[in-house]
């Protein structure tokens, strides 16, 4: 595979692919159409979903040839990288989305959750919002659901916890925040329980918990620091990690850099730390000593953002 020859025969490939993608692109663009073309019958490819590979397809897909349409319950793509900056307001929500409909403007989008496919038919059953129910034929169907964050099946995340896969998370991660600062600001709240309001927890050491760490870091120093001055000497922030490194599938320079990074800016990281269970007021871990042994933690928080991994959507 490394040879010279075929590395060239690789690259070729990939340069023709590329041509052939931006000329279709350039063609959809100039054209004065929009919707898909019903005037003669093309193969029917539909899509389910609206994330990466969804919205990578539609993209590409010569709508002049095959009749495209995507189902999905969100109408548009996120960069989901971005959703734990403007979690504090470092970028805004519309500058990291992309409406399904200007990826392809030939192809149909219809905002519905699949329910059920007739693979002897050919025909995809699905229900809207609105609970009406829809069939959609198709000739060839592309599965690009995605994916859903996973508790693991821990007691209380749920409930307790706040998540950054969509918008939707981001923006109540924002208000949930500022909640808990509002909170703790209020002349009846004790000492104690400023601490514990505005203790903040990161389940997970994985790239969205660490990029996270530091956007809040910078969103307490930058902003929050300028309207509750009073309460920053409360703020403490923990990132709780199970295996024996943050960011695992990184470089040992990289994963070492993070964690003295996260380290200097007063983190608490916990590694090799399983969360048993999220409490409303308290999370319980069980952490793994370099002996073997098991110590039991408890550490009260005000709010948790759970970023542990993922897990398929139910389909």
């Not at 956007?215 to 923990?238: A, H, M």
Request: aromatic fraction near 10%.
């Amino acid at each position: 595979l490394l040879r010279p020859d075929n590395l060239l025969e690789i690259g070729y490939g990939k340069i023709v692919e590329s041509i052939s993608d931006i000329q279709i692109i350039l063609k959809r663009a100039t054209s004065d159409k929009f919707g898909p073309d019903t005037s003669r019958r093309k193969k029917r490819v539909v899509l389910l979903g609206s994330g990466w590979g969804s919205h990578a397809l539609t993209k590409i897909l010569d709508s002049d040839t095959i009749d495209v349409t995507v189902i999905s319950p969100r109408s548009y793509f996120i960069f989901t990288p971005m959703l734990a900056s403007s979690s504090v307001g470092t970028v805004e929500y519309r500058s990291i989305t992309e409406p399904m409909r200007f990826s392809n403007r030939r192809a149909a989008y219809y905002e519905a959750k699949a329910t059920d496919i007739d693979a002897e038919n050919k025909l995809l059953k699905c229900v809207t919002p609105s609970g009406r129910e829809l069939q959609v034929p198709y000739d060839s169907l592309v599965l690009s659901v995605g994916m859903k964050p996973s508790t693991f099946g821990t007691p209380g995340v749920l409930e307790h916890c706040f998540f950054l896969k969509d918008v939707e998370d981001a923006r109540s991660l924002r208000t949930g925040l500022i909640e808990r600062f509002e909170a703790a600001s209020l002349p009846d709240i004790n000492a104690d329980e400023k601490r514990r309001l505005l203790s903040f927890v990161v389940v997970g050491g994985g790239p969205t918990g660490v990029e996270f760490s530091g956007e809040f870091f910078d969103f307490l120093n930058q902003d929050l620091g300028r309207f509750y001055p009073q309460l920053i000497s409360y703020v403490t922030t923990t990132l709780i990690q199970a295996a024996p490194t943050i960011l695992p599938v990184f470089s040992e320079q990289l994963r070492q850099s993070a964690l003295d990074t996260l380290r200097g800016y007063g983190t608490a990281v916990y590694l090799q730390t399983r969360v048993s269970k999220v409490g409303e007021k308290e999370i319980e871990c069980v952490r793994t000593e370099p002996d073997g042994s098991k110590t039991d933690i408890s550490i009260p928080y005000g709010l948790c953002v759970w970023a542990a991994g993922n897990a398929p959507h139910d389909f």
